[in-house]
Structures are given as structure tokens and as C-alpha cells.
């Protein structure tokens, strides 16, 4: 069963930048589309951005122009590269495929001064 252990997380000041990291066990190369999430606290688990092997990128408003989503097949790890961070971003960040599988644990960003 696919495994998904995301890391990079942490805490933030307005402005700054993180590089999120998703660990997949297995090859992530089979694999034709993936996707960050992340859930606010008392919010729902929303799309921040996928990468398809068929239809590109696609990022939701909240992440254009700041935020890039890439993959290293050699390493089965997905990123997601986060610039110009907002309060707002803070949220425990997830990754998965599409279809969904099991979620992991999650990585916890916070962005405050």
C-alpha cells in the first residue's frame, strides 16, 4: 500500500519561504497525478496544487505565482516550494495521489511574526 510522509514544515515569518517534501514509498513514477493539500484548523482539507503526468500543473488562486510544485522520480519525493508566505498559508499541509489513498500524518506550516 502507498505511503505518503511529508516533512519541511515549521514556523514562518510573513515573507518567507519553506520547501515541503513528500516521501512515497514505492515509485512515484507509475504514479500520473499528484497533489498537495492542506486543512486549516476547523476548515476542510482543500487542493493547493497537483502535478499530472498528462495534463501539467495546476495550482489553486491562493498558490499562483507563489508557490511550485515539482517532483524527483529519482528520489520518489514530491515538493512543494512556498515563496512569499502569508498568515493565511498556515495549515497542516498534505500530500496524496489522485485517485486518494490513505493520508499521512501531514506537516504543519505556521506563518506568523
Known amino acids: 500500500q502507498v505511503q505518503f510522509v511529508e516533512s519541511g514544515g515549521g514556523l514562518v515569518e510573513p515573507g518567507g519561504s519553506l520547501t515541503l517534501s513528500c516521501t512515497v514509498s514505492?515509485?512515484?513514477?507509475?504514479?500520473?497525478?499528484m497533489g498537495w493539500y492542506r486543512q486549516a484548523p476547523g476548515m476542510q482539507r482543500v487542493l493547493v496544487a497537483t502535478d499530472s503526468k498528462t495534463e501539467g500543473t495546476y495550482y489553486a488562486d491562493s498558490a499562483k505565482g507563489r508557490f511550485t510544485i515539482s517532483r524527483d522520480n529519482a528520489k520518489n519525493t514530491m515538493y512543494l516550494q512556498m515563496s512569499r508566505l502569508r498568515p493565511e498559508d498556515t495549515a497542516r499541509y498534505y500530500c496524496?495521489?489522485?485517485?486518494?489513498?490513505?493520508w499521512g500524518q501531514g506537516t504543519q506550516v505556521t506563518v506568523s511574526s
Open positions: 496524496n495521489q489522485s485517485p486518494w489513498r490513505s
Open positions: 514505492g515509485s512515484i513514477d507509475r504514479i500520473r497525478e
